[in-house]
């Protein structure tokens, strides 16, 4: 027998300790291995159980009953008598507008309505801008121009709000109008260059009756409404 030079022996062993550590790394195959992954394919042939485990899988929302549905218009049901027109309105606005709130939207119109009665009394301009619609604005600055021509003042104090009921609502196209009745108390007189009063009472509170109409893009990121018609009630 011829003994193995040193070079054979040597690529003897390393073979062996080659296929030893290929052997670590890949494993032995024993029949249960899981087949490549197949992204295209993994969705389709996945178990019911093995869907249940995953993470990733979103439930879409279920369908609500109609008790749900009918619960968001309860707020507006509070205001208005359900079936009448002004019950309508109010949906429509809802079903447009998802944020909104009849009693909120009443609390944020009174605000509205003692910050334009004193804006126009003391003739801030830039006060209306934001609160009133153009062709509105337009109307209150040309009365306070003629106003202000005549060397004439308004002597105001807001004294509060007695009633404000919504009366009427609708949508036209995508902007919502909703008109208030709004009786609220006052006193004011206006004075001439002199300062006589020639109008009103600067001792007496009167009652003021309004029907103001306030509307709102629904589409708008703005939150606020504007006004955009007025009228005094006799």
Known sequence: MEFLDFGTLFFIVAAVVIFLQLRNVLGRRTGNERPPF?????????????????????????RKGGAEVENIYAAI??????????NKGL??????DADFDPAGFVEGAKMAYEMIVMAYADGDRKALKNLLSREVYDGFVSAISEREGRAEQIQSSFVGIDKADIVSAEMKGTEAHITLRIVSELISATRNDSGAVIDGDPETVAEVKDVWTFARDTRSRDPNWKLVATEAED
């Not at 049901?77 to 002004?86: F, N, Q, R, S």
């Not at 949906?91 to 447009?96: C, G, I, M």
């Open 91 to 96: 949906r429509a606005v809802r079903d447009a």
């Open 77 to 86: 049901d509070k205001v208005a008598e359900p079936g009448t027109p002004l």
């Open 38 to 62: 197949d992204p295209y394919t993994a969705a389709r042939t996945r178990t019911g159980e093995e869907a249940d485990g995953q993470d990733n899988v979103v439930s879409l929302p279920r």
